[in-house]
């Protein structure tokens, strides 16, 4: 099998590469050098001489609150871009993956949101997000559409590493408490991605790591494993962190769609977390 994986300078498609061949599977990896995926005809070019059987598509534009100044790039990138691969995966007869994200929801309410649940984003970054989910559901019938969040991997910034560095800088912090929702370890989700690929059962999915946790309730065990038990964590509200794109105060997903389908569930977030802060120590980046 030779899968094309799309957004490899990203945390999840450095992932899914290293996946790929830890399992033997060819990956051809591609970022917005090898294949803009803005122009149609570099997505028909670049896929076509692959000679893929299958894109994993992880690239993205996700600053969500630059988002809301530029969406049009935005909408470049996150609608135009999949609906470009999407075509190209139809006419090939490939299997497509898109990774999309909770923010498609309108972020109310406490119930896990399930895979078929009505989409409602509330953010320009999210209508992207849906407008990819649309634009892969449209032209294609063999396509994963996989929803994660609070993602975080070695490859790039995220939550943790920002925590592990403020607590270091200023010895204190103050993190949201009103927004609930499941961190996504990309080495964890990656092997999980793999496995899917493989197969035709193809449909929405939602994949994070299993348990659920509040941002503060996140970096306070953050700190707690990383052995910085003296950094003074404060619980706050969102409004106290005035952003130009509203944020879901429920990201709780279900995962049952995967055990349905025979897939094997993430580990627990805090299991992932105690792994991921053990490959910072390896890369001496904690």
């Known amino acids: 099998m030779r899968v094309l994986v799309t957004g490899v300078k990203g945390q999840l498609g450095y992932d899914v590469m290293n996946e ?45 609150d630059a988002a809301e100044d530029q969406a049009e790039l935005c909408c470049r990138v996150n609608a135009e871009g999949t609906r470009n691969i999407a075509r190209v995966c139809r006419n090939l007869d490939l299997k497509m993956m898109y990774i999309s994200t909770d923010y498609v929801f309108n972020g109310t309410g406490e119930r896990p949101w399930e895979p078929d649940d009505h989409r409602e984003p509330l953010n320009v970054y999210g209508l992207t997000k849906y407008e990819g989910e649309i634009a892969v559901e449209q032209n294609l019938e063999k396509y994963f559409i996989v929803r994660i969040a609070w993602v975080f991997g070695i490859n790039g910034k995220n939550f943790i590493k920002t925590m592990l560095r403020l607590g270091k800088e200023r010895g204190a912090v103050s993190v949201v408490d009103d927004q609930v929702g499941s961190p996504t370890y990309t080495y964890d989700l990656a092997r999980l991605l793999v496995d899917m690929i493989q197969t035709d059962r193809y449909g929405r999915y939602h994949a994070t790591n299993e348990g659920l946790c509040s941002w503060y309730e996140f970096a306070c065990e953050i700190f707690r494993q990383a052995g910085m038990g003296e950094v003074k964590v404060t619980p706050v509200d969102s409004g106290s962190f005035p952003a130009k794109a509203k944020r879901p105060s429920n990201s709780r997903m279900s995962k049952e769609k995967l055990t349905e389908n025979g897939f094997v569930r993430l580990p627990s977030w805090q299991d992932a977390l105690g792994r991921y802060l053990e490959a910072l120590k390896e890369q001496s980046e904690l």
């Open 20 to 64: 790929l061949a830890a399992r033997g599977i060819e990956g051809i990896g591609v970022d917005v050098e090898e294949m803009d995926i803005t122009d149609a005809s570099a997505c028909e070019r670049v896929i076509t001489e692959a000679k893929a059987d299958a894109v994993i598509h992880c690239a993205a534009y996700t600053a969500v």
